[in-house]
């Protein structure tokens, strides 16, 4: 079951964690540029893909036991999910309304460049956190 468990916590890391950083890293660049339609589907994505990203948490989650070499007491597992609440929010909470918000202000044709510093450090904060996870997986400083 660990196995399984530590399958799919991956492969959904890979194709969840990993197009999300790429869309959120785009924001600030779409909203350069300003086209409507290129800031919907960036919205849409960083939605989408931020909400599916809580199936990884899930199957982490479900690794956290005993038996699989895991507990709470494990600094480096805590720090990672406090990350993942962290880039889940800013992503979630901040960067998604805020591309959602550009894409009705690029629509009725008003411009988008002010919030592209906005978006930069949401998304870099974001991703520096998704980074740091990954190093903590691996690491697992005990």
Request: hydrophobic share 55%; with cysteine.
């Amino acid at each position: 079951m660990r196995t399984t468990l530590l399958v799919l916590h991956v492969v959904f890391a890979i194709f969840l964690i990993g197009p999300i950083a790429t869309a959120i890293n785009q924001g600030a660049r779409a909203l350069l540029g300003g086209d409507p339609g290129g800031l919907r589907l960036l919205a849409r994505t960083t939605t989408i893909y931020g909400w599916a990203s809580l199936l990884v948490a899930v199957f982490g989650l479900a690794l956290v036991r005993e038996e699989y070499g895991n507990s709470w007491s494990d600094t480096w597992l805590v720090v990672s999910l406090v990350l993942f609440v962290v880039a889940t929010a800013l992503v979630l909470g901040l960067l998604s309304p805020l591309l959602r918000g550009a894409v009705r202000t690029a629509t009725a044709g008003g411009p988008t460049r002010s919030l592209a510093p906005r978006a930069a450090a949401v998304s870099g904060i974001a991703s520096l956190c998704y980074v740091a996870i990954a190093v903590l997986m691996v690491w697992q400083p005990r």
